[in-house]
């Protein structure tokens, strides 16, 4: 398990290059990994079941092809990566996967996903796309239907109880995170964005508790550190969807930025909200990821009647984070053929101009080919806020 | 990465059916007809999208839907959204995104940045709407974006969001089960629409109205899916080409007697041409299935061209948006909202149980299974459009499925007398790559050569199977 | 003592020397080829010989462009984005919007009133929207680079090139070539479509006056009218489009050792010696 | 005695095959240059001259390729698709599955084995994936096209390859060349990307054994060989696997003449 002796990071690295081997360990040991994609998948009801959730996610280095024979070239590039990593067997060690509604690639393939893999199981969770108060009638029945699903495939109901000890347990995953938030606070931060999406990252492939222990570590390692292990520079926010590798965040830090906030869906997108505690659990899971998960793909009406206003409300909280972590420039980081972020693209971008926050805009695919085509745009655009 | 410029005008497409070539003066009516009750104040316009199925609630509130996929089509056919397109691209909206959408808001943009319509707008170009009513469902993400887009340049206009979801097929998983909250989360928003409505257009809702809108569209549906399965007579009277013009009524005049009675015009004609024996084609050679895709607007000509070749198209899957009724089994109620929704549920899980008793199989593959038995296919074509994931992501996987139903495992089908009969196919298929409104995809040269060896390969099974 | 400060611009298809002092220029162009460390040396020598100086003179060298990490002698690198801004801000102070053609890259760069980059763009990696495109086509017409301008402004009909692929362009431009169509109409053609790409990407930066299009395409007149035709703008050109990035590198030495003394911090410099590099 | 003749005028090679009766005649190609009209005159002139036959006893000429239309003399205009399934079931009758890498198309298409396509698919509008790229870097290498097969096999460190472009491949190969990698080296990273990119076109319609690879990138040993590591099998390749479509197109010439 985790070798004190070590360095954390080591650890982590180790997690996160070879990602899923705990869970391969594990799964000799009996215990059951239920894989996942996107935010919207509630991880509590999983682990609530006695099964272990893990994210599936891609490679940016793999190049993508056993995946192209099923599915289509139009689909969001870093879908298409976790699908083709899927079919090429690197996630056969799990027993089933589930699927929100959590945009077109993701609805449209599942097909392509449940007769291509081995998996026993397989549920979609519909996410509705507005938050009216029917939308949480309808959701808290989705969820109940996922928390029976679920239960029949392990043979095991799940209680409220087991429910709301894994609430307790991914609320204190929670805070974790936001104190590793806290470390980026200083200039230059104590904790390097390639290091906290990389622990991130490792995060989402471990048990509940064993992520906290992990976070507990890597807090005690870096508050114990003497200085920081980057060189003041501006302060980067990274603003998108699934971004799931290090290359991007790597690359900034390279060319002399610093990655101090973020709002992508492996960071504060999912890791900042939180389950209130009390009440029905399944009523607060529903309102947790329908609510409180910032995405594009919920929609909320603009109650303003301005532009300004919507803008503001929608995208308040890049604003917020812009503030609390002192933020000198923003990448918004989208995938071509992503809809739910592609068509925000310029909405947000008037949202930066408002905050007199300087923006760069890539549009990328999922691979490791197009590092040296963002390293000439980082770099000018890092230049550009140095001027 | 590769694209190719805009073409020259196109050349008026002729259509087999007297039918389908009404169309063209029809949609112009009432695109011209929305900028006419725009000036005239009287009644309320609104964006909207097809495929929603409760079109009889803003008839019943004499609210004028403008069906904005439908004016980026016109831009499509007429190759005129390229201009459309790139201003969007301008605002920063990536090409990969839906160009209905991104020819929408490229439009409304000018159009509000002008003042006016933008110069030479097709057909008088796409009104400023009061209010525009998007759907957030399960089928497709830039239908709930779009408006949200657009309203960047028109915030005064407001837009309710309707969520229409239906229980995507899970192969271990009973659909019924799930109806119950689906059905009561659709009538919630239903009625929320309604509300909305109500106090948009200062009227109330006449419900008796409304329920004799509703059966109108309920009696066009059957009416829809009795004259299209006439086309399953040999040789066929009626090809996918002149479907793309037929399904103006079905997606953008429902709720109306003029759909209604286009309908029984139809299939009038229909008979008749089977009756003496008239085809699409002159001389039918091979019956193909147009099996998904949306098709290029701006290359409809290439469905004559398949044509010219002896190839029919018989049946579409592409804007079928209508089931037979009577083979749904939808409570009986009394109220018209439970009926859309039951309705609209019924439409998106039609094919489920069917597809459950065939191993390997799935709703989508299902009807292209029974459709090509049905219509006696020789072949599948699919559109693979790059813009939009909702209709085009998933055809590959479903010629595989379909590839191993007809292929190693042999099919079982219930003949007309109940027998049993075991049937081995080949099916060749071809899919075609560009846009719906795109022309920068698009390559008539590459196309065709695509469609002549398409031809070949038909013919030389044909061939083989002779000897 | 006099400061002299060179910037070096090593792009796709060609190297650039630029050494400053006082506003007096001395600039030398080469082509970029396998060798780019020894080519580096080589431009360099050459633009020390043109400016009579010798190298331990340079106070300070800025290396850009594409092969800038392949400088061994440059004591700080910036992007082509931020050099060919500041070498043509130098140059025309109204300027708002550049747009830079070289062979490899198509950029827009935007530009606020105090000179400042604001916003930029990029073209993706395909030859079809760069400069490259021009340079195929020319090949295959066997129209030397520097002549493909004048001769397609004597085109009256330009021919519509409907492939956009490098490729597929060069073989539809040598079939017509073949069925009689003439060069000059074969060449306007190719201008407009490669304009046309060039404008539907810097279109997202909302172009302004004065638009100044630099870089190896600039040297290109028909390009330039099929640009300032389809963008419904004056375009103006350096004088030496080439060299911008390259001014643009001296420039940013030169600020860079002006803010050190000013506020006295040492600056970092790296040894003035021209290795003698063998490759392959 | 009849004659048959099939002619494949491709965009950078055109290749004709003559028939008689007994059998083959005789085969001849050259470049395609501009002119295809004069081409596939070139072709058929030099053809029966060297067979030593008179062009005016041909019964019946059929034509394929990129440049088809432009052969004025042929009775007959075949897709590649069909040509190709017509010629190597005559010449390999256990394929199923042909990947033909020409000039500026990938081609893959499912047979029979006696003649009949089942589906095929061609690459898109972008030459990035076609054999043009093979050209453009032996080029940059300064070796004939001919020698980068046996060059490649001789590599013992792959390096990483971005396709992509086929006009950048070049800046991209000047740059890895100052970087000091080897010629060798270089290649094989190459035929290990374009392989894999052409492997993901034929999965796209589902492969099945056995397989050739024909055109003129089939030519190229070291191209060949990535394949059959990426897919883990053998590959077949008929002797002279770029004149497959012009010998199916002959092919399909003598059985018009039958009918
Ligand atoms: N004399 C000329 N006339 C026309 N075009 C030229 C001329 N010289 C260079 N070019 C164009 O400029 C491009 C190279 O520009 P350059 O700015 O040097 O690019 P890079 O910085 O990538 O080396 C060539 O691709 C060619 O299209
Ligand atoms: N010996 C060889 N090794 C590698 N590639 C070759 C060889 N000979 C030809 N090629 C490649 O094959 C292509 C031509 O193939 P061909 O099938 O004749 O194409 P087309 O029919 O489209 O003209 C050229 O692009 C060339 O790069
Ligand atoms: S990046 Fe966008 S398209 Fe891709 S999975 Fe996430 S939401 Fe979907
Ligand atoms: S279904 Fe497709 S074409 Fe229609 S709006 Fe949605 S993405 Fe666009
Ligand atoms: S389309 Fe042509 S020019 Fe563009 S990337 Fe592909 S090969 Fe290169």
């Known amino acids: 398990m985790i070798d004190k002796e070590n360095n954390i990071f080591d650890t982590v690295k180790n997690y996160y290059n070879d990602y899923g081997f705990r869970a391969k360990d594990l799964k000799r040991e009996g215990k059951k990994f239920i894989g996942y994609v996107c935010s919207f998948v509630p991880l509590e009801i999983i682990t609530a079941s006695g099964s272990l959730p893990f994210r599936v996610r891609g490679n940016i280095h793999e190049p993508i092809t056993k995946g192209d024979t099923l599915l289509e070239t139009i689909v969001c590039p870093y879908y298409r990566s976790v699908f083709d990593l899927s079919v090429k067997g690197e996630y056969d060690f799990l027993s089933g996967l589930v699927i929100p509604h959590g945009c077109d690639s993701m609805v449209r393939s599942f097909s392509a996903w449940s007769y291509g893999l081995p998996f026993s199981y397989f549920h979609f969770v519909n996410i509705p796309s507005v938050c009216d108060e029917s939308s949480f009638e309808f959701f808290d029945a989705e969820l109940d239907a996922f928390r029976k699903s679920l239960g029949k495939f392990t043979g095991k109901a799940i ?19 936001r104190a590793l938030y806290e470390l980026r606070k200083a200039d230059p931060p104590l904790i390097s964005g390639t290091e906290l999406t990389m622990t991130l990252t490792a995060g989402s492939s471990l048990p509940i508790e064993e992520s906290n222990d ?24 990274i603003d998108g969807a699934c971004l799931d590798n290090i290359e991007l965040i790597k690359l900034v830090e390279e060319l002399g930025g610093n990655v101090v906030a973020d709002t992508i869906c492996n960071g504060a997108r999912d890791h900042f909200p939180k389950t209130d505690v009390g009440g029905d659990p399944i009523h607060a899971l529903a309102h947790r990821y329908l609510d409180k ?64 926050l300087p923006l760069l805009h890539l549009e990328d695919i999922y691979s490791a080919g197009t590092i040296s085509q963002l390293r000439t745009r980082v770099q000018a655009f890092l230049e550009m806020i140095g001027q | 990465m590769a694209e190719e410029q805009k073409e020259a005008k196109p050349k008026k497409r002729m259509t087999a059916t007297k039918a389908a070539a009404s169309i063209g003066p029809m949609v112009k009516e009432f695109i011209t007809g929305t900028l006419q009750a725009k000036a005239e104040g009287k009644q309320k316009v609104a964006y909207t999208f097809i495929v929603c199925h409760h079109e009889e609630i803003f008839r019943a509130l004499d609210v004028i839907p403008v069906w904005t996929e439908n ?53 008088g170009g796409q009104v400023r709407p009061d209010f525009m009513i998007s759907s957030g469902q399960i089928l497709c993400d830039p239908r709930s974006k779009w408006y949200q887009a657009s309203q960047q340049f028109m915030p005064d206009v407001p837009i309710y969001n309707i969520d229409l979801p239906y229980p995507l097929f899970q192969e271990n998983r009973d659909h019924r089960e799930a109806l119950g909250y689906y059905h009561q989360y659709i009538v919630k928003q239903l009625r929320g629409l309604v509300a909305f409505l109500e106090e948009q257009t200062k009227k109330k809702m006449n419900y008796d109205r409304l329920r004799e809108l509703v059966d109108l569209s309920d009696r066009t549906w059957n009416l829809i899916d009795e004259t299209y399965k006439l086309r399953r007579a040999a ?39 089977i009756a003496k024996g008239e085809g699409e084609v002159e001389n039918e050679k091979y019956r193909l299935m147009w099996g998904g895709g949306l098709p290029a607007w701006y290359a409809l000509n290439d469905f004559n061209y398949f044509n010219s070749k002896g190839a029919s198209f018989p049946v579409e899957t592409t804007y079928r948006m209508v089931a037979p009724l009577h083979e749904m089994d939808i409570p009986e109620t009394k109220d018209p909202i439970e009926h859309l929704a039951w309705r609209w549920l019924g439409y998106w899980t039609f094919w489920y149980d069917k597809a459950k008793k065939r191993p390997g199989s799935e709703p989508d593959v299902e009807r292209l299974i029974n459709w090509i038995e049905e219509y006696k296919i020789d072949g599948v074509v699919m559109h693979e459009a790059f813009s939009c994931r909702t209709w085009h992501v998933g055809l590959i996987w479903q010629l595989h499925q379909l590839a191993k139903i007809y292929k190693p495992i042999p099919v079982y089908m219930i003949g007309k007398d109940g027998q049993k009969g075991k049937v081995y196919r080949e099916l060749p298929s071809l899919i075609l790559e560009s846009d719906i409104i795109d022309i920068t995809s698009y390559s008539e040269v590459d196309t065709r050569n695509k469609i002549d060896a398409f031809v070949e390969t038909l013919e030389s099974i044909r061939a083989n199977r002779a000897t | 003592m006099t400061s002299y400060f060179a910037g070096i611009d090593i792009g796709s298809t060609m190297t650039k020397a630029v050494i400053l002092n006082k506003g007096g220029i001395a600039s030398i162009i080469g082509p970029t080829g396998p060798e780019q460390r020894r080519l ?103 129209v030397p ?36 169509v003439a060069i000059a109409d074969l060449l306007a ?16 930066l909302r172009v302004e006056d004065s638009v100044i299009v630099t870089g190896g395409g600039a040297k290109n007149r028909g390009l330039i009218k099929a640009l300032s035709e389809q963008l419904g703008h004056k375009v103006l050109v350096p004088e030496d489009p080439l060299i911008t990035g390259a001014l643009g590198a001296a420039l940013m030495g030169k600020e860079i050792v002006e803010k050190a003394r000013q506020n006295n911090t040492p600056l970092e410099t790296k040894e003035r010696i021209l290795e003698e590099i063998e490759i392959l | 005695m009849s004659f048959v003749l099939g002619i494949d005028i491709g965009s950078a090679q055109s290749k004709g095959v003559a028939l008689d009766d007994q059998g083959p005649l005789g085969s001849f190609e050259c470049a395609s240059g501009g002119n295809f009209k004069l081409t596939a005159e070139k072709v058929k002139e030099e053809l029966f001259s060297r067979a030593g036959r008179s062009a005016d006893n041909i019964s019946r000429t059929v034509a394929t390729g990129y440049g088809a239309k432009l052969v004025i003399f042929a009775d007959e205009i075949k897709s590649d698709i069909v040509c190709l399934a017509k010629g190597i079931s005559s010449l390999l009758p256990s394929v199923r599955t042909v990947i033909d890498i020409g000039d500026l198309y990938t081609k893959v298409l499912r047979t029979d084995g006696h003649g009949s396509v089942h589906s095929f698919i061609l690459s898109g509008k972008c030459a990035g994936g076609s054999g043009r790229i093979l050209q453009v870097i032996a080029k940059v290498l300064q070796v004939k096209v001919d020698e980068i097969g046996e060059l490649s096999l001789k590599s013992k460190k792959r390096v990483e390859f971005n396709t992509g472009c086929a006009v950048f491949a070049e800046t991209e190969a000047i740059s890895r060349l100052s970087q000091e990698v080897t010629k060798e080296d270089l290649l094989a990273g190459l035929h290990r990307a374009l392989g894999a990119q052409i492997n993901n076109l034929a999965e796209r319609i589902g492969v099945e054994q056995d397989i050739a690879m024909t055109g003129g990138g089939a030519r190229d040993i070291g191209l060949v060989q990535a394949l059959k590591e990426i897919r883990g099998h053998d590959i077949l390749v008929p002797p002279i696997p770029h004149m497959t479509a012009a010998l199916g197109a002959a092919l399909i010439a003598r059985e018009g003449l039958k009918r």
């Open chain 1, 214 to 237: 992990l976070f507990d570590q890597v807090l005690t390692e870096v508050k114990g550190r003497g200085k920081s292990p980057l060189k003041k520079g501006p302060r980067i926010f």
């Open chain 3, 189 to 204: 053609g190719v201008h407009q479509s490669l304009a046309d790409r060039i404008i539907r990407m810097v279109n997202r």
């Open chain 3, 40 to 142: 580096a040396n080589k431009v360099m020598e050459e633009a020390l010989k043109k400016a009579s100086l010798s190298f331990p003179q340079i106070t300070y060298i800025v290396a850009t462009g594409y092969g800038r990490i392949n400088v061994p002698f440059s004591d700080k690198q910036f992007t082509e984005i931020t050099c060919h801004a500041k070498g043509i801000v130098h140059l025309f102070p109204q300027a708002r919007t550049i747009i830079d053609i070289g062979g490899q890259d198509v950029k827009g760069i935007k530009i606020d009133a105090t000179g400042k980059i604001i916003d930029f763009v990029m073209n993706d990696k395909c030859a079809a929207g760069s400069g490259r495109f021009i340079e195929v086509i020319a090949d295959t017409l066997e």
């Open chain 2, 235 to 273: 040789p066929c009277p009626m090809g996918t080409g002149d479907a793309m013009n037929t399904m103006v009524p079905i997606n953008f005049m429902m709720a109306t007697q003029k759909a209604y009675d286009f309908f029984v015009d139809l299939k009038k004609e229909l008979e008749e041409k």
């Open chain 2, 71 to 123: 004016f980026a089509g016109i831009c499509g056919a007429k190759r005129d959204a390229e201009r459309f397109l790139q201003r969007a691209e301008s605002l920063g909206l990536s090409r990969s995104l839906c160009t209905y959408a991104l020819c929408g808001i490229g439009f409304d943009q000018w159009r509000e940045e002008l003042g006016q319509m933008p110069p030479e707008a097709p057909w």
């Open chain 1, 293 to 356: 998960i910032n995405c594009p793909k919920t929609y909320r009406a603009n109650r303003a009647g301005t532009f300004e206003g919507d803008i503001a409300n929608r995208f308040g909280d890049v604003g917020t984070y812009a503030r609390e972590f002192r933020v000198d420039g923003a990448i918004l980081y989208v995938y071509k053929y992503c809809d739910p972020f592609g068509f925000e693209v310029p909405a947000r971008k008037a949202y930066y101009q408002s905050l007199n």
């Open chain 3, 145 to 180: 680079l520097d002549q493909v301008g004048e001769r397609s402004l004597q085109s009256k009909n330009p021919s519509k090139i409907s492939n956009i692929c490098t490729i597929w362009a060069q073989q539809e431009v040598a079939s017509s070539l073949s069925e009689g």
């Open chain 1, 159 to 177: 209680t409220e109880e087991h429910l709301r000890q894994a609430i307790r347990a991914y609320n204190e995953n929670r805070d974790k995170v």
